[in-house]
């Protein structure tokens, strides 16, 4: 037998013989020697390495005749993942999405694929690398499926494979891992380029890009609909937790997609069902849902949690959460459940909380400490508040939820039996600087929220807080914060407290309030008890101090810059505010009360009139504070006469027609005005409307109706815009969107017209004040004015046309005398708007009439002017003429020789014997002579005297005579 050397032999046949080769026998025992190849030329791989090309492992799973290979599809995976242990290729992605599918399509059948589909999971861990710079675009679709098919996987029942994937998203968002192995060299399956290797330095898909695609993925809502199907002791559900809380962190379309697919709901009702660690799985799962009320449509959330089985969730979490204290986590977890719990109760207070224990053990927790009667219970007894923040919040977060909850009424009897009232009563006392539980600006804080919210329950338990002694509390409360000199200084750290930090102005506002709060009951025994303590005094008291403060304010009108808000001022107002309503609902119901503000009372709102809108919060709060002054004066002063009296004396009716007067306060016409009609009542009134005059010189008449050509929507047009347009809708009301006949319950359009609009306020003061001989209008106005007069008219008549058109609406037919009836009422009222418009028809007529005779007349004046500018020059050119030529001079002496003897009427008198003769002889003068003459000039020759005769002499001593003054 022949001996085999080492190496394999090399057959040779024959020369001319054909040799077969030896058959080997399965007794011979033949050697192999395997080569020996260094690490080098492996370049680190190990000695079994052999580069796959991941397109055929896919046709290998695919093909049907080798899909029943379990085998070799395992260890072509397995080479797969050995290959690419630094992560995937972009390009690749399809492959790799087409090998994880199909293994997972034969997973049901055959679990050996199961290690398969986790190991290409886990590589999947690391992020995707680029081989091109624009392969995030190119292969933004497919990483998309990628990522939803991952999603997907959860659906396999495998724990292992599950938890993988978990891991996998979960690190995907957060980045992702990257093996460091700087010395392996990877040759890739097959490039683009047809290169087979790359650099070390790999460019990987950035952490954004990878959370923008899991977002577009939609994967959250598929994580949503594989929790619901996962057992409550799964393990799974821990990190699935984890994961949600992640994505429903990052984004609004997260949360939009976990809650179309009830994602609320699930992770509400398997609150405490992460057994592994339950109370990391409450703070993962509470954050969920605090990311979801966040970021999400809170509607929706809480309309998934507000039933009985989210509810019971919440209470037995909290429960289970309250007495561990001993930690911050805990504790934090505990007020994050209540701020859930408190959500809900304040979007939908009708859920079922009393049917779950939650109300019932809220009350318990917020009262305990307070009422000792409440510590009895079990839950109460293992738990100590301390001054740490978390007890602190979750206290007022107590109080908050109950005062939610209390506009269901079914919690009204639960809120007196654990003695609620009594427990916030405590807090309205001077804040004390030892308290066993809170710190000195905590006891405020709560004191600030207690008197917020205690007047939102009432007037429902306002029985209950006046028979536990609340008037008087509120009264020494009040006495505290108004009265006492005690050197409180707030803290100011609650929202409540806003603005008045260092002073008890936060407690005075909202004391204020609740003592309103307690009058608008309308129980005449506690009106009756609150006056009798001084309340009004001490309003007045405080309204003006605090308007002496308003008043020393300084204002620069140049200098912007220095004109800030003074310390307080914003609290001030509020309290302002608050007393001018607060006397508004005393004087409202009762006249007599209204006598109770006195004379100070009157002058202090006159006052609030008069202040300048700029030193109030830099006119920033005018308008409110205007608003509440208003208030209190068409309560408190119209309707009584003694105030109304000292009201006119103090100018108030001018002051409230220069509000109306002011363009930039038309907001508060309607209040202004109804006030206004109201002071009319008092006869002295009339006087002080029809006296004012406003700043463009327009009398009140002319002030009215101007408003009523802005409501009208006329503005600045002329008379011809004041015609009854149609005589059908002579107010021309806009259509109705009414369509079809309307309901019992609802008002016609024409009535609620009325109370939104300013023309009936204006009809009443013109019925009050006249129509006829009113000061300071014109022809125009009148036309308008035959519009206001009917105005009554023309409302009745459009709501018998509602009337009409409903009954046509609802196909019913009114009886012959009704039809008769209603046929009347409408045709007079078509007439009325004829007659209205020949009115105005005539007036205007009238009105041109009167313009045009004033236009002749003005045109006379300038023809007259005209006429004596003409004779000036006239007369100045004839004494040129004069002046100029002697023989116009001589026949300008003719002529007035000529005019004398005209004028004269007698001749006879020239016989007589006292005639003498006027003219004076030798005169170069052409104008009649007065008794003296003044000449122009000196002659440039002096006469030479004349002969000394008798009648030069008497000629002489006459003319000296005449000169002479007498």
Not at 201 to 210: I, Q, Y
Not at 489 to 518: C, D, E, F, P, W
């Amino acid at each position: 037998m022949t001996t085999l050397a080492p190496v394999a032999p090399t057959l040779q046949p024959m020369s001319g013989q054909e040799t077969m080769p030896p058959i080997p026998s399965a007794r011979n025992n033949i050697p192999i020697m395997r080569h020996i190849i260094p690490d080098s030329d492996t370049e680190g791989r190990p000695s079994n390495f052999d580069p796959v090309q991941i397109q055929h492992a896919v046709n290998l799973m695919t093909d049907p005749h080798s899909r029943e290979l379990t085998k070799r599809h395992i260890h072509i995976i397995q080479k797969i993942v050995n290959q690419f242990p630094e992560g995937f290729f972009l390009e690749d992605l399809v492959d790799i999405l087409n090998i994880i599918n199909c293994c997972a399509d034969r997973a049901q059948t055959e679990s050996k694929y199961i290690a398969s589909i986790t190991s290409l999971v886990r590589i999947i861990r690391q992020p995707f690398i680029k081989l091109k710079l624009s392969d995030e675009e190119a292969y933004k679709e497919v990483l998309k499926d990628t990522y939803a098919q991952l999603g997907f996987l959860l659906r396999v029942a495998d724990e292992s494979l599950q938890l993988q994937v978990c891991d996998t998203l979960l690190t995907i968002f957060n980045g992702g891992e990257v093996n460091q192995s700087p010395d392996i060299k990877r040759k890739s399956a097959v490039t683009a380029s047809g290169d087979d290797s790359f650099p070390r330095e790999l460019h990987r898909v950035s952490k954004e890009f990878n959370r923008l695609m899991l977002e577009e993925s939609r994967v959250a809502d598929t994580l949503v609909k594989a929790l619901a199907f996962l057992e409550p002791t799964s393990p799974v559900l821990f990190v699935l937790f984890q994961l949600l809380r992640c994505l429903a962190g990052y984004s609004a379309a997260n949360c939009a997609m976990i809650v179309e697919a009830g994602g609320a709901y699930i992770v509400c009702s398997r609150l405490t069902s992460a057994e592994e660690n339950i109370e990391n799985g409450l703070y993962y799962s509470t954050e969920i849902l605090w990311n979801l009320l966040e970021n999400g449509d809170t509607g929706k959330v809480v309309e998934q949690l507000a039933n009985t089985d989210c509810l019971r969730q919440l209470h037995d979490a909290f429960v289970f959460q309250v007495p561990k204290n001993h930690s911050r986590h805990h504790r934090h977890v505990r007020n994050d459940l209540l701020a859930i719990i408190n959500l809900i109760a304040r979007t939908d207070p009708l859920a079922p909380f009393i049917e779950v224990g939650l109300a019932k053990t809220i009350l318990v927790l917020a009262t305990f400490s307070e009422v000792k009667s409440n510590q009895k219970f079990i839950m109460a007894r293992h738990l100590k508040l301390s001054k740490c923040e978390e007890d602190f919040e979750m206290k007022r977060m107590l109080l908050a939820v109950i005062i939610n909850l209390a506009e269901n009424p079914s919690v009204l009897p639960l809120i007196q039996e654990y003695k609620l009232i009594p427990c916030m009563q405590q807090y309205m006392t001077p804040v004390p600087s030892d308290h066993p539980i809170w710190l000195p600006s905590q006891f405020e804080e709560i004191q600030l929220q207690c008197l917020a919210e205690l007047p939102s329950l009432f007037p429902a338990l306002l029985s209950e807080f006046v028979s536990q002694g609340g008037l008087d509390t509120i009264t020494a409360f009040l006495d505290w914060c108004i009265l006492s000199k005690d050197e409180f200084k707030g803290h100011g750290n609650s929202m409540y407290a806003s603005g008045a930090r260092g002073t008890k102005l936060a407690q005075t506002r909202y004391v204020i309030r609740l003592t309103r709060s307690v009058m608008k009951s309308g129980d005449d025994s506690i009106m009756e008890k609150l006056l009798e303590t001084g309340l009004v005094l001490k309003y007045l008291l405080a309204v003006n101090t605090i308007t002496s403060q308003f008043e020393q304010t300084p204002v620069h009108e140049f200098e912007p810059k220095d004109n800030c808000l003074p310390p307080n001022a914003t609290v001030n107002l509020e309290i302002i505010i608050e007393i001018l309503y607060s006397l508004a609902v005393i004087g409202e119901s009762n006249v007599e009360r209204k006598d109770t503000i006195g004379e100070d009372g009157v002058a202090l709102l006159v006052s609030l009139l008069k202040l300048d809108r700029k030193k109030v919060c830099l006119g920033l709060g005018y308008t409110r504070l205007i608003l509440a002054t208003l208030d209190a004066v068409w309560c408190c002063v119209c309707g009584s006469y003694s105030n109304e009296c000292l009201f006119l004396e103090k100018e108030g009716a001018f002051l409230l027609l220069d509000l109306l007067d002011r363009s930039q306060e038309r907001q508060m016409r309607p209040v202004v005005l109804g006030a206004l009609l109201d002071l009319m009542e008092n006869p002295k009134a009339h006087s002080h409307i029809t006296t004012w005059t406003g700043k463009s010189g327009d009398k009140a008449a002319k002030l009215m109706i101007n408003i009523w050509k802005e409501e009208a929507g006329a503005g600045g047009k002329d008379a011809d815009a004041a015609y009854v347009p149609d005589v059908n809708n002579p107010l021309q009301l806009p259509p109705s969107d009414t369509k079809g006949p309307t309901q019992s319950y609802e008002v016609s359009y024409a009535i609620s017209q009325v109370s939104v609009d300013l023309r009936p306020k204006i009809y009443g003061f013109f019925c009050k004040l006249g129509f006829t001989d009113l000061i300071g209008l014109d022809s125009t106005d009148y036309v308008w004015l035959t519009v206001i007069e009917k105005y009554l008219d023309f409302t009745a008549g459009e709501v018998w046309k509602e009337i009409a058109a409903e009954l046509e609406a609802e196909q019913v037919s009114p009886v012959e005398e009704d039809q008769q009836a209603l046929e009347a009422i409408l045709r007079v009222t078509q007439d009325r708007a004829f007659t209205t418009l020949h009115n105005q028809q005539q007036l205007f007529a009238n009105h041109n009439q009167q313009e045009l005779t004033d236009e002749k007349q003005a045109f006379a004046e300038l023809r007259d002017t005209r006429k004596q500018q003409e004779k000036i020059i006239a007369d100045f050119e004839n004494y040129v003429k004069r002046t100029s030529k002697y023989s116009e001079l001589c026949r300008a002496k003719m002529e007035q020789d000529a005019s004398i003897e005209n004028s004269r009427v007698n001749n006879g008198i020239l016989q007589d014997r006292d005639y003498h003769v006027t003219a004076i002889n030798n005169l170069t003068s052409t104008v009649f002579v007065p008794q003296t003459v003044t000449s122009d000039h000196q002659p440039p020759v002096i006469p030479a005297q004349p002969k000394n005769t008798a009648q030069s002499s008497r000629s002489r001593a006459r003319f000296d005579d005449a000169a002479s003054p007498l």
